[in-house]
Nanobody
Framework: VQLQASGGGLVQTGGSLRLSCAAS????????LAWFRQIPGREREFVAG????????YYQDSVKGRFRVSRNDLENTLYLRMDNLRPEDTAVYFC?????????????????????WGQGTLVTVSS
């Protein structure tokens, strides 16, 4: 699966952005799709994900109630709607795809378990 992320930019505190991730390749529906973010000097962290078409959504605690993840499997696109943005949301955001066969608690959290990555899109939230 190949991924192409877009939609980042500069926004003021309290503003909104929508990220998109276009997926291509065979059988994208089999993949769990997620958003991660990273700031310099820190590990990539899980933000939100939807693991299969019509499946459950998962969020990092700090973004619950502000971000909404969704996927459109007809268009092979993953979205992240981000509202009420805060300066601490500033990061490079990456979309990721992974094939999961084990569903232990939190199986979607570790970036090392994902197989494909988009190129990253920068989100900057000014105070």
């Amino acid at each position: 699966v190949q991924l192409q992320a877009s939609g980042g930019g500069l926004v003021q505190t309290g503003g909104s952005l929508r990220l998109s991730c276009a997926a291509s390749g065979s059988d994208v529906r089999r993949y769990g799709l997620a958003w991660f973010r990273q700031i310099p000097g820190r590990e990539r962290e899980f933000v939100a994900g939807v693991m299969w078409s019509g499946g459950s959504t998962y969020y990092q605690d700090s973004v619950k109630g502000r971000f909404r993840v969704s996927r459109n499997d007809l268009e092979n696109t993953l979205y992240l709607r981000m509202d009420n943005l805060r300066p601490e949301d500033t990061a490079v955001y990456f979309c990721a795809a992974g094939l999961f066969t084990s569903y232990r608690p939190g199986y979607y959290l570790n970036y090392r378990d994902y197989d494909s990555w988009g190129q990253g899109t920068l989100v900057t939230v000014s105070s």
